[in-house]
């Protein structure tokens, strides 16, 4: 793209409200352009807790109308997105002297099931926890409840929402960043930008929405609006699942300070999180876990998991994202502040911030509202009768795998699952260092999925970057089936090979490693 292009609608940020907004607005016939800066899902929307819930804690703090909604959206994701989003079981312990109790949160899941239309709840005696988690402290252990939610791979979620987005017309662009806002007698009217190769270009667009997540108040300050959000980054370790051998997600709350902290089996390793402190460092680096946080996590499983002795050297990896909160206040504790999201309109640049991961959907049609009254000839149908994804029947290439390997590759290839198998070199249909991703997954992302750089493929179109040791150092070598894979799929040099490597170890070691132990830390 160059010189200057028109659309109906310019969406800014590719994260997943973003990709939800291009989705639904292509879905209405508009003609659609999104950009993001650096790559698809680079912020919040690769680094949540990856769950798809409907949020019990909302609940206790009475907000029943968002509670209402994450459990339609939730439920909607389970049906329109098997193999990509997955029930997950929760397990709440009670003991004695300590919150939560079996009465309180017995009658919160009940509504939390009554608003779900569902009945997963139940409770457990004290023997029949110890076996639904054998390592879980018993002293002083009453019971435990269960109940259902669900979970998913958040930056593969982002990618199936742009393929949709794309099959039905809409232009996603990732590694474009805009530089400032057009307007034409002082309302917003499209944007000037310029890609990593330094080509510059201008969009003129009936409608311009600013979805940058944490990063929204920096764009509104171009039309003069003062900031509303509050950065808060919740983070998060990564332990293999033979050193946390957990089957579902255990909630426990922290002996320090009673917030909740979870721990459940993801994508073949256990994710522990998360921490909620206000983030002071620059939005544009690239977050990472503080030592002081490492030490809060680890004291919380070391409560809820004493015989299994786990310290910072078995942790495998760590993350930290960033959240856009719409801010009530410096005073309001992190954990109180709202979830959910608002839409503002100001000099014609809708903003859509804050939010959750599961309502997406929702957050898409009320900001296609706004954008409906910047259109009205478009008479834009904003209802949400429609599945979040288009149904998926495999074909002769998908049918000749196992059912679940089936499912899997659908949820996060949808439609193009069936041409991935059917072109895939057969060496290439295996999974790479034991866990779930196909070599021929990395080779098609290469070639099919905007990749960029060895990040995108390593932390985003796949986890393998979290899922494997150092990073998965292993696939860095120059006798790694990895570097014949991007030479030939994206043309790369030895010595940009060599450049992507540096630069990724440099990145692992920063945000996604262990960080030095302080003394003292505390979080």
């Not at 160059?2 to 609608?9: Q, R, V």
């Not at 474009?176 to 190769?197: I, Q, Y």
């Not at 057969?426 to 999974?431: A, H, R, T, V, Y």
Request: net charge neutral.
């Amino acid at each position: 793209m160059s010189g200057e292009a028109s659309f109906d609608l310019l969406v800014i940020g590719g994260g997943i409200t973003g990709a939800g907004i291009a989705l639904e607005a292509a879905r209405r016939g508009l003609q659609v352009l999104l950009v993001e800066a650096r790559d698809f899902a680079w912020g919040t929307s690769s680094r949540s807790s990856k769950l798809v819930h409907g949020g019990l804690r909302y609940l206790r703090e009475g907000a029943i109308g968002l509670t209402r909604e994450s459990v339609r959206e939730r439920r909607h994701l389970l049906h329109d997105a098997p193999g990509l989003v997955e029930t997950q079981s929760f397990l709440v312990n009670h003991y004695a002297g300590r919150s939560p109790s079996r009465g309180l949160l017995g009658l919160g899941l009940t509504v939390y099931d009554w608003l779900g239309q569902q009945h997963t709840r139940a409770f457990h005696s004290a023997s029949a926890v110890g076996q639904l988690s054998p390592h879980t402290r018993t002293s002083g252990l009453l019971g435990g409840s269960t109940y259902l939610d669900a979970k998913t791979d958040d930056a593969r979620l982002v990618w199936r929402v742009l393929q949709e987005a794309r099959s039905l017309g809409a232009e996603v662009r990732n590694y474009v960043r805009v530089e400032r806002l057009l307007r034409h007698d002082g309302t917003v009217c499209g944007a000037e930008m310029v890609s990593e190769d330094g080509t510059r270009f201008s969009v003129q667009a009936s409608a311009v929405v600013n979805a940058t997540g944490v990063w929204a108040d920096g764009l509104r300050r171009d039309v003069g609006a003062a900031p509303c959000l509050r950065p808060l980054r919740g983070s998060h370790l990564v332990f293999p699942l033979w050193r946390l051998p957990v089957a579902q997600s255990i909630s426990l709350f922290h002996p320090r300070d009673g917030r909740p902290v979870f721990a459940f089996p993801w994508e073949g390793v256990a994710l522990v999180g998360t921490t909620d402190l206000d983030h002071r460092a620059a939005l544009d680096d690239e977050p990472g876990i503080t030592p002081a946080e490492v030490s809060y996590l680890l004291e919380a499983l070391r409560f809820a998991f004493p015989q299994l002795g786990l310290q910072r050297e078995h942790i495998l990896s760590t993350y930290a994202g960033v959240r856009p909160v719409v801010s009530s206040g410096p005073d309001v504790d992190p954990s109180k502040e709202t979830r959910d999201h608002i839409v503002l309109s100001e000099q014609g640049l809708i903003t859509v911030t804050g939010g959750k991961l599961t309502t997406f959907r929702a957050i898409a049609l009320d900001a296609l509202r706004h954008v409906a009254r910047l259109l009205p000839q478009r008479a834009l149908d904003t209802r949400t009768a429609r599945p979040i994804f288009v149904a998926v029947a495999p074909g002769p290439a998908l049918q000749g795998l196992p059912a679940p390997q089936q499912q899997r590759l659908i949820g996060r290839h949808g439609a193009w699952a069936e041409h991935l198998v059917a072109t895939a070199i057969p060496d290439e249909c295996q999974n790479v260092a034991g866990t779930s991703p196909w070599w021929a997954e990395l080779r098609w992302a290469a070639r099919h999925e905007a990749v960029h750089h060895l990040d995108d493929l390593l932390l985003r179109r796949t986890r393998l970057g979290l899922l494997l040791p150092q990073g998965a150092a292993e696939l860095l070598t120059d006798t790694s089936p990895l570097r014949a894979l991007m030479m030939s799929e994206l043309g790369w040099s030895d010595a940009r090979w060599q450049h992507e490597c540096t630069r990724y170890r440099a990145l692992i070691e920063r945000s996604y490693g262990v960080p030095a132990s302080e003394p003292g830390a505390s979080a």
